[in-house]
């Protein structure tokens, strides 16, 4: 039990100055101050005038003092207000602490003892905190105050209107940015007490550096810290509890029989969080964020993309010289949102320095050769300085005499010049026994749990405990913030890594694999960890089976990276082919899922030799299958592609497999529409329905019902559009996110070419929104380009360039060769649009070359007629007669409309117009006629594309014309034809 007892400094000037009442309230403030920073258990009271006094039950003399030091705090950055003006003042406490039975058994002696305590805080300058030292009649000097927080006045005040801002419902993020040791974590460690003051909770979820680690880590931390401290919702959560299992009820359904997404995931983490925040202030603190893992920056971009009027700070440490790669991308992602702030810490300059000894040395003046020295040595870094100080003071040559510190001639001093050689020769001044215990310690991490440590050998209770006791007193150890746990970290990272890197290479293996297998005892849902440190250990079965789990559960919460990362530990440690086979089939759909088309490819190639050598005929071709298709992605030919599926489809009928069958008619049928034969291909997704209601398979019907609707799109749009909404429903149900931006993307296709640009433009923008919510880049650019099209059909052509380039930038990074197709196809005809005619016929250049390579027939007619139109327009009439020659040769067996063949018309009736116009204006209006069947746009486009040649020919004709359909043109958005016809129906 400890007791502290407080005097409120210079009260007398408060009440001289202000008056008695506006002392009463100082005190009723700090009595506030107080009871907010103690626990519900601990008692607090008034003794006499102005002092006040607590009672700390079952808190130890260091966790006591930390108490009083976190009081000094929060009374030293509090504003008091002055009674009646418009003024604060401040003022601070001096605090002495005592601990029973080591400073006394009776009540007496305690207080007796914390008087004294006190009594050499005031006399050494007040606001501050002294311990009474056991069994001693006279007060103790005064430790050396390394860790009080002196400057960054200026970055502190920038946080705390941060947090004022926050508190008034105006949400914020900010990245503390600085080399190791800056003191970044310290910073934010000082708005704990102003979070306090109003009434706020302060959680913390820290990134750690690992080859592989737990998704969404920190996170987890986050959400485990606000469930213990905000009050609970009725809510049931589907996906949380698969990060913080106490937030899911106890009779919830096993992971495999769930249907979630990375959305609702993401979004049930960002309403939990926002629920927190929502009447009163929540700050999260991401330390060392640049070793968190991506599906954690997911879920910052994310719930930074849903703030509102939340109470809500987020802040984030990131080391400066490891800000790279992902780190900086993600970076400069968040810094284009406007409430993200960055202060980036410097190293202290040697008059801020000064100041900090000076407060260390309570108000000792410490001379300039000392400050010269440290500075030289520290360039001005916290860490070091903290670090040269205590190796001085560990070696003696820093000491307290009396009643002033000491040290030795500055041209005495030695010291290492590098941190983690200081930091060494900090560690070895321990006992051998504490330095054995504490490396096996490290290898858990910078954190760990005392009985974790105990069961991983590094040493009986008794011993843990004398080292641990021995660490905290040389600052090498501290308490965690968690409570109800007795749980301890190094006080820095680096502390830890110094330890485990002293350790033979042997050695450091079997101290990993004793890790894990105490791990396994005690916390064996740590599968993430156990899985890293069986691999660290060298121990492959074990490693293998942990990590394929930890993979399993990467993938059960959309992290497919980290799932990724886990699969290639369990590759190394394979103990056979068969495993080896199944981590490559694993493998193979993760590299899948995030556009690692060539990966998946060589993935798939690997196993299938494997069960075909077995005979597992199923497996096999379901690995056939899917090679083809991303085969397919990566360019291969559609010829190719259908003759391949056709041969697997017949294997899979000789063989009963229809379940098999489903998914190879919807990839055949697609491959029929890309080589023109729509016929084929509606007969073809016809029959996939059949089958898939036959099976009662929601998800490969929803699958079958959309490619259905993709071959009717055309020509009966409101069928297709049916076909979509039922497969969007299936979809919806199932929770499968990518289901339902496809169809909402091809929703929004049949609504576009139905001329109603709202409606598609809200379809295809709800589509990119729910494939970034999945995490499907390939989605986002599909759906861009459709919403690019639409934009440039309504003549926004910067916004549509924008679209595209996004579409294109993705579809290049994955190497996904069709893809990227459309994208140039369309960045081509939005040249020609805009009258950049050299551009245009370079891009119609590059997409002919793509789409014969892999048979794309519409596309391949599309950019030969776009390249007509454009070599017309730049007078090489010769070459447009050519790429006509080409475009009829294909349009004979092309009898139906098609999207795209409104420019072959176009450059039929141009180039027929050179040699008589009245056939030119004939072939014209039988155009027009067949385009009003199917496609507004492209009828309306054809009028405004052949205008000039109607205008010579029969003016009254073309106004009847651009009458008929302005109306329509108008209404329905497409403002730039709008702005066309105007000017056409302008003219003399």
Not at 135 to 156: C, K, N, W
Not at 170 to 195: D, H, N, S, Y
Not at 329 to 341: A, K
Not at 405 to 423: G, N, Q
Request: proline residues 3%; contains cysteine.
């Amino acid at each position: 039990m400890s007791l502290l007892v407080i005097d409120i400094d210079l009260f007398k000037l408060v009440n001289d100055t202000y008056g008695h009442l506006q002392g009463d309230r100082v005190l009723v403030e700090i009595a506030d101050l107080l009871r907010q920073n103690l626990r519900a258990d601990d008692l607090a009271a008034r003794y006499a005038g102005d002092e006040l006094v607590a009672l700390l039950p079952n808190t130890p003399a260091e966790r006591a003092r930390e108490v009083a030091e976190r009081l000094c705090a929060a009374v030293r950055g509090h504003a008091f207000q002055v009674r009646d003006r418009d003024e604060r003042l401040s003022t601070s406490v001096s605090i002495g602490v005592a601990t029973s039975p080591e400073n006394g058994v009776d009540p007496d002696a305690l207080f007796a003892a914390a008087d004294r305590a006190l009594y050499q805080v005031k006399r050494q300058g007040r606001d501050g905190v002294a311990v009474a030292t056991a069994g001693a009649a006279d007060s103790s000097h005064l430790p050396l105050a390394i860790e009080r927080f002196v400057g960054r006045v200026t970055e502190l005040r920038q946080l705390v209107r941060l947090l004022d801002d926050a508190k008034a419902g105006r949400p914020a993020i900010v990245a503390i940015a600085g080399e190791a040791g800056i003191g970044k974590t310290t910073l934010l460690r000082q708005l704990e007490p102003e979070v306090r003051l109003r009434a706020g909770s302060l959680v913390l979820g820290r990134g750690r550096e690992a080859d592989v680690q737990p998704p969404y880590a920190p996170w987890a931390e986050v959400l485990g810290a606000i469930r213990r401290t905000a009050p609970q919702s009725d809510r049931t959560w589907h996906e949380l509890p698969h990060l913080v299992p106490a937030l899911g009820a106890a009779d919830r359904p096993a992971a495999g029989s769930r249907v979630g997404s990375k959305y609702m995931l993401l979004e049930e983490i960002s309403e939990y969080v926002r629920t927190a925040a929502r009447d009163r202030l929540l700050v999260i603190v991401l330390d060392d964020v640049q070793w968190a893992d991506s599906a954690s920056w997911d879920m910052l971009e994310f719930l930074v993309g849903q703030l509102g009027s939340e109470h809500l700070l987020i802040c984030l440490t990131i080391r400066a010289e490891e800000t790279q790669g992902e780190t900086l991308e993600r970076r400069r992602r968040l810094s284009r949102d406007e409430r993200f702030r960055e202060l980036t810490l410097s190293r202290l300059t040697r008059e801020e320095l000064k100041q900090w000894l000076q407060a260390a040395f309570h108000r000792q003046e410490i001379g300039r050769e000392l400050l010269a020295f440290l500075y030289h040595h520290t360039e001005g870094n916290p860490l070091f300085v903290v670090q040269v100080l205590r190796t001085l003071l560990e070696e003696g040559s820093i000491w307290y005499d009396r009643d002033r510190w000491e040290w030795r001639p500055v041209s005495e001093l030695r010291l290492p010049v590098a941190i983690t050689d200081l930091i060494s020769r900090r560690l070895s001044r321990l006992s051998p026994r504490a330095q054995t215990v504490l490396t096996t310690v490290a290898v858990i991490g910078r954190e760990f749990d005392l009985d974790l440590a105990i069961e991983a050998k590094a040493g009986t209770e008794e011993e843990l405990l004398d080292v641990i006791d021995e660490g905290m007193r040389a600052s090498v150890l501290q308490p965690t913030a968690a409570r109800g746990g007795d749980r301890y970290a190094f006080a820095h990272v680096l502390m830890a890594e110094v330890l485990t890197e002293s350790v033979n290479t042997r050695r450091l293996r079997r101290m990993h694999e004793q890790v894990a297998q105490a791990m396994e005892r005690l916390t064996p849902d740590a599968i993430a960890e156990i899985a890293t440190h069986y691999d660290r250990g060298g121990i492959g079965a074990k490693a293998y089976e942990y990590a394929m789990l930890a993979a399993e559960r990467a993938r059960v919460v959309y992290a497919h990276q980290e799932s990724a990362d886990f699969l290639r530990i369990a590759e190394r440690n394979a103990a056979s082919a068969a495993q080896l086979a199944e981590v490559r089939v694993r493998r193979a759909e993760v590299a899948e899922s995030v556009g690692r088309y060539e990966e998946a490819e060589e993935m798939c190639d690997l196993a299938i030799e494997w069960y075909t050598g077995q005979g597992e005929v199923r497996r096999a071709l379901t690995l056939r299958r899917m090679r083809e298709r991303v085969r397919a992605l990566l360019g291969q030919p559609n010829a190719r592609t259908l003759e391949h599926c056709l041969a697997l489809d017949a294997e899979a009928i000789a063989n009963g497999f229809d379940d098999e069958r489903v998914s190879l008619l919807t990839m055949i049928s697609q491959t029929y529409g890309r080589l023109g034969d729509r016929v084929e291909a509606e007969r073809v997704a016809g029959e996939c329905v059949r089958i898939a209601q036959q099976l009662g398979d929601p998800l490969r019907l929803a699958e079958s019902l959309n490619r259905l609707g993709i071959t009717l799109a055309q020509e009966e749009p409101q069928r297709a559009i049916e076909h979509y909404e039922r497969a969007l429903a299936l979809f919806g149900r199932a929770g499968d996110l990518v289901g339902q931006a496809r169809c909402r993307n091809n929703i929004g296709i049949v609504y576009s070419s139905l001329g109603k640009w709202p409606r598609a433009t809200d379809e295809l923008t709800t589509s990119m929104s729910l494939a970034r919510s999945a995490g499907t880049p390939e989605h986002v650019g599909t759906a861009g380009i459709n919403l690019g099209v639409a934009h440039l059909k309504c003549g926004d052509f910067e916004r549509a360039r924008e679209l595209f380039g996004e579409a294109l930038a993705i579809f290049a990074a994955q190497k996904s060769t069709e893809r990227q197709l459309y994208a140039l196809y369309n960045l081509a005809h939005l040249d020609r649009e805009r009258g950049e005619y050299a551009s245009a016929r370079e891009l119609y250049d590059v997409v002919l070359g793509i789409a014969r390579g892999i048979g794309q027939s519409d596309v391949e007619l599309g950019a030969l007629a776009g390249e007509g139109l454009v070599l017309l327009r730049m007078g090489l009439i010769d070459d447009a007669r050519v790429s006509l020659d080409d475009v009829e040769a294909r349009m004979q067996a092309r009898p139906d409309w098609f999207q795209g063949r409104e420019l072959a018309e176009a450059l039929r009736v141009r180039l027929a117009s050179l040699d008589s116009m009245t056939g030119a204006v004939s072939m014209f209006y039988r155009a027009l006629a067949l385009a009003e069947t199917s496609d507004f746009y492209g009828a309306a486009w054809l009028i405004a594309e052949c205008a000039d040649i109607l205008d010579a020919h029969d003016r009254a004709l073309l106004r009847s014309s651009v009458h008929r359909f302005a109306p329509q043109v108008e209404s329905q958005g497409y403002h730039g034809m709008s702005r066309r016809y105007s000017e056409l129906l302008a003219r003399e």
